[in-house]
């Protein structure tokens, strides 16, 4: 059973365009990261969330975690092509932290 | 350099032919995990090592062994591989922070690992 479904799943967009990804689940996580995985490599963190409503900004993204603790979201402004890349959203387990859950992933691929 | 490495990267072999993939991590980390990510599923935890001499199964064990004789090093060991264990493989590793609270998980290369 996937506890945390990512959409979409694939994206393909212009340079320049918004876009945002979302993790939905109907368990509770303590925290929340968000990795970005490019082709040959393993996944590199992008962002932690903790507090239920915390927003973060990294530059051009935007990190959200849901109220409950159930759901974030992934919004990118102004898409450039080094943004291209496989996008996983991991929750980590309320009845144990240090187990990670992870989504299927986005691939977007931003058009020069 | 802070890192995870793992080694092969691509292996190719048939079933039944026992093969070993290592993993070292050079950050002290205590907790060390092994993925294994295939389209449409996501990354599934197979393994997981608390510290030295420490382990246990995550979601899907069956086919895999493990074990944690130093702390840098968390060796993935398959018996009698099969087929349907074809997959990118990863190995990870975060140290341990309290209840609450969660540390960067470090992530290696990937071995790409196909049983004929």
């Known amino acids: 059973t996937q506890l945390l479904e990512q959409s979409p799943q694939f994206l393909s967009i212009q340079e320049g365009e918004n876009l945002t990804v979302y993790c939905n689940s109907s368990?509770?996580?303590?925290?929340l990261q968000w990795y970005r995985q490019e082709p040959g490599e393993g996944p590199v963190l992008l962002v932690t969330?903790?507090?239920?409503?915390e927003v973060k900004k990294l530059k051009r993204l935007t990190f959200q975690f849901g109220d409950a603790r159930k759901d974030s979201s992934l919004h990118i402004t102004a898409a450039q092509p080094g943004d291209t890349g496989l996008y996983l959203c991991?929750?980590?387990?309320?009845?144990?932290?240090?187990?990670?859950?992870f989504g299927s992933g986005t691939r977007l691929l931003v058009r020069p | 350099e802070a890192q995870v490495t793992q080694n092969p990267r691509y292996l190719i072999t048939v079933t039944g032919k026992k093969l070993t993939v290592t993993c070292s991590q050079n950050?002290?980390?205590?907790?060390m995990s092994w993925y294994r990510q295939d389209p449409g599923l996501g990354l599934r935890q197979i393994y997981y090592?608390?510290?030295?001499?420490?382990?246990d199964k995550g979601d899907v064990p069956e086919g895999y062994k493990v074990s944690r004789k130093e702390k840098r090093n968390f060796p993935l060991i398959l018996e009698s591989p099969s087929p349907n264990q074809t997959s990118l493989y990863f190995c990870?590793?975060?140290?341990?922070?309290?209840?609450?609270?969660?540390?960067?998980?470090?992530f290696g290369p990937g071995t790409r690992l196909t049983v004929l």
């Open positions: 950050m002290n980390h205590e907790y």
């Open positions: 969330v903790v507090t239920g409503g």
């Open positions: 090592s608390m510290n030295v001499e420490v382990t």
């Open positions: 991991a929750g980590a387990r309320m009845d144990s932290s240090y187990k990670l859950i």
């Open positions: 368990s509770v996580f303590s925290s």
């Open positions: 990870a590793s975060r140290g341990l922070a309290g209840k609450g609270s969660y540390n960067e998980q470090f």
